[in-house]
């Protein structure tokens, strides 16, 4: 390494430091509800036996997508039961869904607000690209210096790294709604509230799911890496078969993640896209509740 | 102030960061053009002042960047006017507090789009049931009065579809079914049927005159298609450059257009299509009295012949249209050695038309009769009468 003239680093560890030194008790209550938060789902997927989860996995495959990929996902989690790999699956599948929830409840109001206001939308975008596209490993050293070892600091840099999705598509979403059926919310009487939840979230739904979606696949593939601060689940496997150079055990591993990926991302997606041809769809499901308000 | 449901008076929209400069300078005699390249500022709308009476089809008309989007959309401050006053029903719109803005829009105003502007995520019915639902009405109850509209329109049997399943002229009719679900007194149409094919567009004029001739409501309508302004509108306004140019009947633009931008609309019309009785009536028929006894055959006879005409029209003492006589039937008359009276050889079976009658009409009635047809005004009272000669010299313009 050359020469610094500038060591940006060490200003940056004394941020850390100074935070650690005055904020810890703020960070211990965060962690706190992180790790009540995410134990609570982890445990709610454990409850019922394996195949009752794989049962209920295959049924939303077989009324979103269809019978193929209702078999598809039958075979993935069948192989997976079978190599050993089920209850860090379930693990994974529990950090992953901890992390998107947060990141969905941070994001989604996020986005709503830059996309009312140019302002914030200017402030917030650089932000969001720095999180987007830093390193991912980076945040696990704050996040385990402020928050210790194990899943909380791994959610934590999970939510920061899979969030910008949600708030740059829930943005995106409600931009792009029709000038006109924004025009005819108003000149029907809508009131602010009435048009967000009557006009601007119905209309934006298919963008802000694409970034449910985006903001689940990044989330899984976070909490892999999250593994190296101790969150758990598959990445423990991938990290050992990296540290003990095992490629039959990095092979299985990573496959069982592929799988989980792809059987994620496509019943995500399908609540996204699907929407005119499935009436009973999540998303008609939920702009008739806001709707309804 | 003027007087009429919507008069707007003195109305300025500026797009810019100094609008009361920009306006200022229109005052001071700057163009357009020059304040946009000086100040930076686009003029919409420049100094509009009309009025709208209740019940009438108001069309604007223009070139696409003349400000009649714009226009529109100050009345019901979609757009929040720079400058100038807006009265519905005697009520400043555009001094309205927020609230009661919004209130004035859920109780007595709606809008249909070009672009239909349905909720794609909604039904049909809760399409047309949205203002109501905006106004908090119950959901039996919006249900109930969006199924009427929505019969009104002739989609009853859709109301469970979702828009993309409609072709665009019932898109239309849905987006009308939910302007009329809140039974406004007025309603705003811009453009509204202008995506739609010539066919369509026709039929969905003829769903708005019929609801009209049930419900009359007052109605803004924005156009570019001068044959739909001149079939629907009342009184037809012409803007150009944020300006309002001329109002008027379309037959007063037709007649009297105020400058070559107004004419050039018309220039592709077939204005004679919108000539009516009225308009084609001349005094070129001799007239006689009938009070009680006919008049003197040779009197109408040689009265005939003095000025070379072949046919007159007998009156009564009122004035009422009593029949017609040629000069071969007085001829007939003579030779036969009856010289007394009339009566015999007057053809009461031609039937006088009426004033506003339209011209493909009257050409049928010239067409069924061998003389000149007499024109009585409203009531009844003979006013003049059209031949064939003088219906193709109209035609061809004087």
């Known amino acids: 390494m050359s020469e610094k003239k500038l060591d940006l680093g060490s200003w940056v560890n004394d941020v850390v430091q100074h935070l650690l030194d005055n904020y810890s008790g703020g960070f211990d209550s965060i962690g706190g509800v992180v790790s009540g938060f995410s134990e609570g789902i982890e445990s709610v997927l454990m409850l019922p036996p394996a195949w009752l989860l794989i049962a209920i996995f295959v049924g939303l495959g077989l009324w979103r997508i269809g019978a193929r990929f209702a078999a598809f996902t039958a075979v993935s989690f069948i192989l997976i039961v079978l190599t050993g790999f089920w209850e860090q699956t379930v693990v994974t599948l529990g950090l992953t869904f901890s992390a998107t929830l947060i990141s969905l409840a941070l994001g989604i109001p996020l986005g709503i607000w830059a996309a009312t206001s140019e302002r914030v939308t200017t402030i917030i975008r650089p932000i969001l690209d720095f999180m987007q596209t830093m390193p991912a490993f980076v945040y696990l050293i704050p996040a385990a210096m402020l928050f210790g070892l194990g899943r909380v600091p791994g959610i934590i840099a999970t939510v920061i790294f899979a969030m910008p999705p949600a708030v740059r598509l829930t943005n995106l979403g409600i931009r792009q709604v029709n000038k006109e059926i924004i025009e005819a919310g108003q000149s029907f009487g809508c009131n602010s509230r009435q048009l967000l939840f009557k006009v601007q979230l119905p209309n934006a739904m298919p963008s802000i799911m694409a970034g449910v979606n985006q903001t689940i696949m990044m989330a899984l593939s976070m909490v892999i890496i999250a593994s190296m601060v101790g969150a758990g689940g598959l990445g423990n496997d991938v990290l050992a078969s990296i540290q003990r150079l095992d490629i039959g055990l990095g092979f299985e591993s990573g496959m069982a993640v592929v799988l989980l990926a792809i059987i994620l991302d496509r019943i995500t997606e399908s609540f996204g896209t699907k929407q005119t041809e499935k009436r009973n769809s999540l998303i008609s499901w939920v702009s008739a509740k806001l709707q309804r308000e | ?398």
């Open chain 2, 1 to 398: 102030m003027q007087s009429g449901k919507i008069v707007v008076e003195n109305l300025y929209k500026v797009f810019g960061a100094q609008p009361q400069e920009a306006i200022d300078l229109l005052k001071q005699g700057w163009s357009k053009d020059k304040i946009l390249a000086e100040k930076g500022a686009v003029i919409g709308v420049s100094d509009v002042s009309f009025s709208v009476e209740e019940g009438e089809i108001f069309v604007l008309m223009g070139l696409s960047g003349s400000g009649k989007s714009t226009l529109i959309r100050l009345i019901n401050r979609l757009v929040e006017p720079s400058a100038g006053n807006v009265y519905i029903d005697g009520q400043n719109v555009a001094k309205l507090p927020k609230k009661q803005l919004i209130d004035l829009r859920r109780r007595d105003m709606s809008m249909v789009f070009q672009s239909f502007a349905l909720m794609p995520s909604r039904t049909v019915l809760d399409n047309a049931a949205f203002g109501l639902e905006v106004a908090g009405k119950s959901r039996k109850e919006r249900e109930k009065r969006a199924m009427e509209v929505l019969t009104q329109v002739g989609l009853d049997t859709f109301a469970h579809k979702f828009p993309h399943e409609l072709s665009g002229g019932m898109q239309q009719r849905v987006g009308l079914a939910r302007a009329l679900a809140v039974d406004p007194s007025m309603i705003i149409m811009d453009e509204a049927f202008s995506a739609l094919d010539p066919l369509k567009r026709r039929e969905m004029q003829d769903v708005l005159l019929e609801l009209q001739k049930t419900h009359r409501r007052t109605i803004i309508f924005v156009s570019h298609d001068i044959e739909e302004a001149m079939r629907i509108g009342t009184r037809i306004g012409i803007m150009e450059g944020g300006k309002l140019i001329q109002v008027g009947t379309p037959q007063e633009l037709v007649d009297n257009p105020a400058n070559d931008y107004v004419r050039n609309f018309f220039d592709t019309v077939d204005t004679n299509r919108y000539l009516t009785a009225g308009q084609l009536k001349a005094d070129s028929v001799p007239l006689f009295v009938h009070n009680g006894k006919a008049p003197d055959a040779h009197t109408v006879s040689q009265a005939l012949q003095a000025l070379d005409k072949h046919y007159a029209f007998i009156v009564d003492e009122n004035h009422r249209f009593y029949g017609s006589i040629s000069l071969e039937k007085i001829a007939l008359l003579v030779e036969g050695g009856q010289t007394r009276g009339l009566d015999h050889a007057v053809l009461k079976q031609i039937n006088p038309v009426p004033e506003d009658m339209p011209l493909d009409q009257v050409i049928g009635r010239l067409v069924d009769n061998e003389g000149p047809i007499p024109v009585v005004d409203g009531k009844g009272i003979y006013c003049g009468a059209i031949s064939k000669g003088r219906l193709l010299t109209r035609m061809q313009g004087e």
